[in-house]
């Protein structure tokens, strides 16, 4: 069975820092392209950081470069999101995705995760 499982949401302070994990079973991440969305009440989903299938290149929304890394390890099949310097802005449900093709940040990948909740407060 196909699956992607988040992990490492939770609460904290602006200027805070998180790891979120993108777990999959059931299949390989290594030659996937890799999403990371968010999506905020009331407001659509939006694309924040993915990696792309072919070299590994890494995209990110103008809105957290320089703040979020993603990263993939390959060896434990699990995609990471490292969010530092956090805003309330930043407070969301994570979702991370996955596809053979490459859709980059567009929503139009076929695996999901359940997603996790990021809330940035003080």
């Known amino acids: 069975q196909v699956q992607l499982v988040e992990s490492g949401g939770g609460l904290v302070q602006p200027g805070g820092s998180l790891r979120l994990s993108c777990a999959a079973s059931?299949?390989?991440?290594?030659?996937?392209?890799i999403g990371w969305f968010r999506q905020a009440p009331g407001k659509e989903r939006e694309g924040v950081s993915c990696?792309?299938?072919?070299?590994?290149?890494?995209y990110y929304a103008d809105s957290v470069k320089g703040r979020f890394t993603i990263s993939r390890d390959n060896a434990k099949n699990t995609v990471y999101l490292q969010m530092n310097s956090l805003k309330p802005e930043d407070t969301a449900v994570y979702y991370c995705?996955?596809?053979?093709?490459?859709?980059?940040?567009?929503?139009?990948?076929?695996?999901w995760g359940q997603g996790t909740q990021v809330t940035v407060s003080s």
């Open positions: 995705a996955a596809d053979a093709l490459d859709y980059g940040m567009d929503p139009l990948y076929d695996y």
């Open positions: 059931g299949f390989t991440l290594d030659y996937d392209a």
């Open positions: 990696i792309s299938s072919s070299y590994g290149s890494t």
